[in-house]
């Protein structure tokens, strides 16, 4: 389990760093198109660099952040249950939403499969689609092994072997 965790610890955290970089990408693209606007002319394909930016950061950000338990979650109700009925139902939260971001995943998989088969490219700057395809199912994938382990820690959890705060 100690193995599992620190892999999936490892690959989130250069996923995220990979996130930061394209954060870094789009703030520089988008300042250097608004000084460059005002000098001399903008940045051709601009919007197409942002967007691809921005789906990379989402993708490799996102499961460093539930690793973290960094996303907000509304659970007034939840906890004043005891610690094995919050197992419980966090628990099966995790599981549902594995479930649904394997399948999620696994469809990218495909669709950047037939881009790359197709040879779709962005359209002002031709930059091929397929690889920020498949780096969001990699981020998808890596969010749901976050998942995954959060189950695996509930189970332990409602089966008495662990307390909530480890």
């Not at 892999?7 to 990979?18: D, R, V, Y």
């Not at 005002?38 to 601009?46: A, E, F, H, K, N």
């Not at 906890?79 to 419980?88: N, V």
Request: glycine residues 6%.
């Amino acid at each position: 389990m100690k193995k599992m965790e620190k892999i999936i610890h490892t690959l989130t955290w250069w996923a995220s760093c990979i996130g930061q970089v394209a954060l870094f990408g789009a703030m520089a693209i988008v300042v250097a198109n608004i000084l460059l606007r005002l000098v001399w002319r903008p940045i051709p394909g601009t919007v197409e660099l942002t967007e691809i930016f921005g789906a990379i950061l989402l993708a490799m950000g996102i499961s460093y952040c539930a690793l973290q338990d960094g996303h907000i979650s509304v659970n007034f109700v939840v906890e004043k249950l005891s610690a094995k009925k919050r197992a419980l139902i966090n628990g099966f939260t995790s599981f549902v939403s594995f479930i649904l971001l394997s399948a999620l995943a696994v469809r990218i998989i495909i669709y950047a499969t037939s881009l790359m088969t197709r040879g779709a490219t962005t359209s002002h700057l031709g930059i091929p689609t397929f690889w920020v395809a498949f780096l969001v199912s990699f981020g998808f994938v890596m969010l749901a092994m976050v998942l995954l382990l959060d189950l695996i820690k509930k189970i332990t959890i409602i089966a008495g072997k662990e307390s909530e705060n480890n």
